[in-house]
């Protein structure tokens, strides 16, 4: 496998652990190879790491509502 065969699809992929076999195997052994798509793939997992954390929910100011819906020229009354 060369570089410019490492897509970002293709490294979101095994990072996901969605790789299989020969691809699998090729993908691997160029990663150990090439420091660039190494650097990619670490990136790509720091990521996913971050869009998968849990996230802390707070509720929303009050009136927070009625500014967005004050904002929409056409709103209705009954949405308040």
């Not at 793939?41 to 996230?55: D, K, M, S």
Request: charged letters at 30%; aromatic letters at 8%; one cysteine or more.
């Amino acid at each position: 496998m060369k570089c410019r065969q490492v897509t970002e699809e293709l490294i979101f992929l095994f990072a996901d652990n969605e790789l299989g076999g020969e691809l699998l195997v090729s993908y691997r052994r160029h990663v150990s190879d090439c420091p660039h798509c190494a650097a990619e793939e670490r990136y790509a997992r720091f990521f996913l790491g971050l869009v998968r954390q849990p996230t802390i929910r707070r509720p929303a100011p009050s009136g927070l509502r009625s500014k967005i819906l004050a904002g929409f020229p056409h709103r209705r009354r009954d949405l308040l």
